[in-house]
């Protein structure tokens, strides 16, 4: 049996947990680590090959180069520059620093001989998962992010505090650009298929400001910033999930940042939205039956999404 084979690139705060995400739930076999900063990545495999010891199960890490990544099945895409967001609540911040590794150093992914599935966690998640897109040309869903994947998770487990229902028991999605334009789509939002508008009918708990536990979602990774200056867990227990779904060709819908082909009546550009997840990364994206207004966000969020593309002109 082929050993599963993922790559991770950057081993800052969300790198490092997301290897040992991958390696505690067993999701690979083995974890080829690459990062400019030769000490900490020697650091982190030690410190991760130390914790397997301790495990059910066997996972080994590896020191590697880009070209070592030819035969993963799937890399996880990390590079960046969390600091450069203290005292700022707005990911493009990051645009300069993440575009410009991105560019340093994707050619050197192609060259490895590369052709599984990419998945992209740096931010600005949409702007930096089409970079990487355009760079590998690889078929279409092939790379993707995790855009409004960990925002939808905040909004599901507010909802579960709000009417006290199991949060495997809610759908609902956050939309657009991984930013804060995103948008919540209210009208799609259901409990085991009841829809919310339906219970807020007749039950005092899902009667409750939507704008305020939209807000709250959206906000929720900054508040994980302003005490620690990262954000760690969640994003990389994000990874890691999709990572799985995707080795394990599970076929789960999650949201994620796709390119749209005329999906949602949008071209040209990366956002958030229900996809189909399996082996060949987004193999199909789910279009939501969105109300004329959420339409409306939505394409405002599209809009936004391409005047930040714009600014790529000045990076090199």
């Known amino acids: 049996m082929k ?35 030769r000490d900490k990545v020697i650091s982190e495999q030690q410190d991760l090959m130390d914790s397997v010891a301790y495990l059910p199960h066997r996972v080994k890490a590896f020191i590697g180069d880009f070209s070592d990544l030819g ?55 949409d702007i930096v998962t089409r970079q990487l897109a355009l760079g590998l040309g690889l078929p279409r869903g092939h790379v993707f992010g995790t855009g409004t994947g960990l925002d939808t998770a905040r909004l599901i487990s507010a909802l579960a505090q709000q009417t006290g229902i199991d949060h495997k028991s809610i759908t609902a999605y956050m939309l657009g650009e991984h930013g804060n334009d995103q948008f919540t789509a209210w009208s799609c939002v259901s409990f085991r298929g009841k829809p919310l508008d339906e219970w807020a009918k007749a039950d005092k708990r899902f009667q409750f400001n939507r704008d305020e536990m939209q807000k709250t979602a959206i906000a929720a990774g900054w508040r994980t910033f302003n005490g620690k200056f990262c954000t760690e867990y969640a994003i990389a227990s994000t990874a890691a999930r999709m990572v799985h779904v995707v080795l394990h060709d599970e076929k789960q819908i999650m949201p ?17 939205v229900p996809a189909v997840i399996g082996a060949n990364g987004a193999e199909e994206i789910v279009e939501l039956p969105l109300s004329e207004e959420e339409k409306a966000k939505f394409h405002h969020c599209c809009s936004q999404i391409k005047a930040n593309m714009e600014h790529l002109k000045d990076i090199h």
């Open 3 to 37: 050993a599963r084979k993922v790559g991770i690139i950057g081993l800052g705060h969300v790198g490092a947990h997301v290897a040992y995400s991958i390696a505690v739930q067993g999701i690979a076999d083995e974890i080829v680590m690459v990062d400019k900063n």
């Open 71 to 125: 035969d993963c099945d799937v890399i996880v895409n990390s590079t960046g520059n969390i600091g450069i967001l203290r005292g700022s609540t707005n990911r493009l911040k990051e645009m300069d620093f993440t575009i410009a590794a991105v560019n340093s150093y994707v050619d050197k992914i192609k060259a490895s001989g590369f052709k599984g599935v990419l998945i992209n966690i740096s931010n600005p998640c």
């Open 256 to 272: 994620a940042s796709c390119e749209l082909c005329g999906e949602y009546g949008e071209s040209g550009l990366f956002a958030g």
